[in-house]
């Protein structure tokens, strides 16, 4: 008898306590008629702005037929022009300067206030005219960038090609006045000095002198030099060329300068 009460379930344990799901009756049929009544009511929403949209396109096909067919005598507004002289196609006014066809009809569609169709569209502008603002300062500056980067790399030709010029007439002054048997050019700077010169050397000249060839420029350095050739030795650098006389110089030379034998 104990064995029998043992292998009985027990009703307080957790088999029919919890209950996993709801047996409760009529439940899964409540469930379907809410299911139904949200679907009907989706499908009743969806008819209505089909209905609604169907009715905003006959509006306008409507509206289209009519601005298109001209006026007949059933308006009548129409009616009381004729009656005063008017014909269709004719422009109004006494001295028919008027207007021919109808002023325009502008339909609005839209929930906006008055003027906020010409708000966006001057701001529309506003936002294209700035975009164009920055693209043209966007070029000026590239462009302005280029010329700056031309304008160096030419200085930095017309340099190098003065400093060459500046060692050919160098070269060429201590050869000519070599052949006069002159030992010591006029200023230092008029020949190209030896590779073995030291700094030592050249500094003690620069003590010696009140100023230093770094006083002149590449430039000045080469009016001086050229000057300096043509007066003693009748020699244009340019030219290649020594002259038998200042006569001689001044006839068959184009000038001092480089520019003159371009």
Same mark, same amino acid.
């Given at each position: 008898? +104990? ?20 047996? %409760?009756?009529?439940?899964?049929? @409540? ?7 949200? +679907? ?13 949209? /169907? ?32 014909? /269709? ?19 609005? *569609? ?12 001057? +701001?529309?502008?506003? =936002? ?21 980067? =031309?304008?160096?790399?030419?200085? +930095? ?10 060692? %050919? /007439? ?7 006045? *070599? ?6 050019? %006029? ?24 100023? *230093? ?8 350095? @080469?009016?001086?030099?050229? /000057? ?12 290649? *060329? ?6 001689? @110089? ?13």
């Amino acid at each position: 008898m +104990k064995l029998n009460m043992a292998e009985e379930e027990d009703y307080m344990s957790d088999s029919f306590i919890n209950v996993q799901e709801d047996i %409760r009756p009529g439940v899964p049929m @409540l469930r379907q008629i809410r299911e139904a009544r949200r +679907k009907e009511e989706r499908q009743q929403e969806a008819n209505l702005k089909n209905r609604q949209k /169907s009715v905003k396109e006959e509006e306008q096909e409507r509206r289209d037929i009519g601005l298109k067919n001209a006026l007949g005598c059933e308006n009548k507004g129409f009616a009381l022009l004729q009656k005063m002289g008017y014909k /269709s196609g004719q422009a109004l006014g006494k001295s028919g300067d008027g207007i021919v066809e109808p002023i325009p009809l502008n339909v609005k *569609t839209g929930k906006s206030g008055i003027g906020h169709e010409s708000l966006l569209k001057r +701001k529309a502008e506003e =936002r294209l005219e700035n975009y164009r603002r920055k693209i043209h300062m966007k070029n000026q500056n590239e462009e302005k960038a280029t010329e700056q980067f =031309r304008m160096r790399l030419k200085n +930095k030709q017309d340099e190098m090609k003065l400093e060459g010029d500046l060692r %050919r /007439s160098q070269r060429a002054c201590q050869q000519l006045d *070599t052949q006069k048997n002159i030992q010591v050019p %006029r200023e230092a700077w008029y020949w190209l000095k030896p590779e073995e010169e030291t700094e030592e050397e050249e500094e003690e000249e620069q003590d010696e002198d009140e100023y *230093t060839s770094e006083d002149l420029s590449a430039l000045e350095k @080469l009016q001086i030099l050229t /000057s300096y050739l043509r007066e003693e030795h009748l020699y244009c650098i340019w030219c290649g *060329t020594a002259y038998e006389d200042k006569e001689d @110089l001044s006839s068959n030379c184009p000038g001092p300068t480089s520019a003159d034998h371009d």
